[in-house]
């Protein structure tokens, strides 16, 4: 396995355009994160999965966003209408229920909205 | 809802010399606080991590104090080398167990490790 994998990397996109990333999570983690990271910041909490269950929404996550886990593998995260604001670093982690609670991250995918 | 701050943003130091970094949260109920190193370009690698039923841990050159009843915890690096220098970052959750283990993270301390 080699880790947790984000697709794309990099995204520049226009204003009001709509934009989807992937994430493969590592495949026995049975638990999926999304985050958002500005520049200079840490990273804040959007959604999680338990298998293709989303458990929590962060307050963060508009009605613009929405993101799915259909067979408990990998998730998808579109942003519709994308705004200036949206711009910043999409991280993807991955955890398990069982033993270590450590979450791996992916290496994120950085969204530009010009 | 929980609130972590992150003490300095910024550190130098000569290699060889010892590094700290601080963090205090707000959540009495946190149980766990991982510790992260993000190199540029990259996703947040986790370093060590400590759960509340602890006081300190060790890995190497690297260690983690915490303490509930002030609720601060720190990363210790020992012998620090340039390598280390990237932007470490500490967080908190409540999730250990059944509940969703989100994190809530400080604001980053940017370690820079002069040769």
């Known amino acids: 396995d080699t880790g947790v994998s984000q697709d794309p990397r990099h995204k520049i996109t226009k204003r009001g355009q709509n934009v989807t990333f992937r994430c493969d999570p590592i495949?026995?983690?049975?638990?999926l994160y999304w985050y958002r990271q500005t520049l200079g910041q840490g990273p804040e909490f959007l959604t999680y999965?338990?298998?293709?269950?989303?458990?929590?929404k962060s307050r963060l996550l508009s009605d613009r966003f929405s993101a799915e886990r259909p067979k408990g593998s990998f998730s998808t995260l579109e942003i519709q209408r994308t705004e200036q604001g949206d711009s910043a670093m999409y991280l993807c982690?991955?955890?398990?229920?069982?033993?270590?609670?450590?979450?791996?991250f992916g290496s994120g995918t950085r969204l530009t909205v010009v | 809802g929980e609130n972590v701050e992150q003490h300095p943003s910024t550190l130098s130091v000569q290699e060889g010399d010892s590094a700290v970094i601080k963090c205090t949260y707000s959540?009495?109920?946190?149980?766990?606080f991982p510790w992260y190193k993000q190199e540029l370009g990259k996703g947040p690698q986790l370093i060590i991590d400590?759960?509340?039923?602890?006081g300190e841990k060790k890995d190497q050159r690297i260690a983690v104090t915490l303490n509930k009843t002030a609720k601060h915890f720190s990363l210790h690096i020992t012998e620090t080398q340039p390598e280390d220098s990237a932007v470490y970052f500490c967080?908190?959750?409540?999730?250990?167990?059944?509940?969703?283990?989100?994190?809530?993270f400080g604001g980053g301390t940017r370690l820079m490790v002069k040769p």
């Open positions: 967080a908190a959750s409540t999730g250990l167990g059944n509940a969703g283990n989100m994190l809530t």
């Open positions: 400590i759960r509340s039923n602890v």
């Open positions: 959540d009495s109920a946190s149980n766990y």
């Open positions: 982690a991955s955890s398990s229920t069982q033993g270590d609670y450590g979450y791996t």
């Open positions: 999965f338990q298998n293709e269950a989303q458990l929590e």
């Open positions: 495949s026995e983690h049975n638990r």
